[in-house]
């Protein structure tokens, strides 16, 4: 079936960029998806890229997928306090979506 | 709009006590999932619908029902309650009109549930 794999931390020094990756195993997922979750709320969704691009940006995120290796990252460029959350890849296809385990990420001053 | 609705808030049950968490949605869309989200862990997928009428496992259907009989509703039942079913529950509905890709899930703001 599918899977979603994501490392559960990271930490940056505020100002740095922050570079989140996924790795997921259904090749056939149309669709990948970064959500943010922050603590005591529901999922967001911050961005998402098509199977048949390699890059995407939207102000300070950069997404990019590696469809050959079946990697995805989300890098947050200018990491900000208002960035401490959790982060999820998702992946899925038109009816249904499969998350990752989620990436916490602590900003340091 | 109210968006998705999810009722309770929290819940403290007894294990073999049931339950139904509620879920109604004002936004018309087709599609609706249940997911649990386990301490420090992520969403798993329980079970999802692209419609009223139609209802799918996910990942981790085993002790769980649902029943769509509107667009609006979609209610996850709970008949004999563990411990391993402690855990937050979120709903969450998507258009599934037009393109996809811009149909994001829009997410209740969860369930507690203990079982003890």
């Known amino acids: 079936g599918e899977d979603v794999e994501q490392s559960l931390f990271l930490s940056v020094r505020e100002g740095d960029s922050s570079v989140i990756n996924c790795t997921y195993t259904?090749?056939?997922?149309?669709?990948l998806y970064w959500y943010k979750q922050e603590p005591g709320a529901g999922l967001q969704l911050l961005t998402y890229?098509?199977?048949?691009?390699d890059m995407k940006q939207d102000q300070r995120l950069t997404v990019l997928l590696n469809k050959k290796d079946k990697h995805l990252s989300l890098r947050i460029a200018d990491t900000q306090t208002g960035d401490s959350a959790i982060y999820f890849c998702?992946?899925?296809?038109?009816?249904?979506?499969?998350f990752g385990s989620g990436t916490r990420l602590s900003i340091r001053p | 709009n109210a968006g998705v609705t999810q009722t309770p808030k929290f819940r403290i049950l007894k294990i073999g006590q049931s339950m139904t968490l509620q879920c109604t949605q004002d936004?018309?869309?087709?599609?609706m999932y249940w997911y649990r989200q386990d301490p420090g862990m992520g969403l798993k997928l329980i079970y999802y619908?692209?419609?009223?009428?139609?209802?799918d496992k996910g990942e981790v259907p085993n002790g769980y029902n649902v029943s769509r009989s509107t667009t609006e509703d979609f209610p996850l039942r709970l008949e004999l309650a563990a411990p391993s079913q402690t855990s937050v529950y979120f709903c969450?509905?998507?258009?599934?009109?037009?393109?996809?890709?811009?149909?994001?899930?829009?997410f209740g703001n969860g369930t507690r549930l203990t079982v003890t």
């Open positions: 936004m018309n869309h087709n599609y």
């Open positions: 259904d090749s056939s997922s149309t669709y």
């Open positions: 890229i098509f199977s048949n691009m």
């Open positions: 619908s692209v419609g009223a009428g139609i209802t």
């Open positions: 998702a992946g899925g296809s038109a009816s249904k979506i499969i």
């Open positions: 969450a509905t998507r258009s599934g009109q037009g393109q996809v890709h811009n149909s994001p899930l829009h």
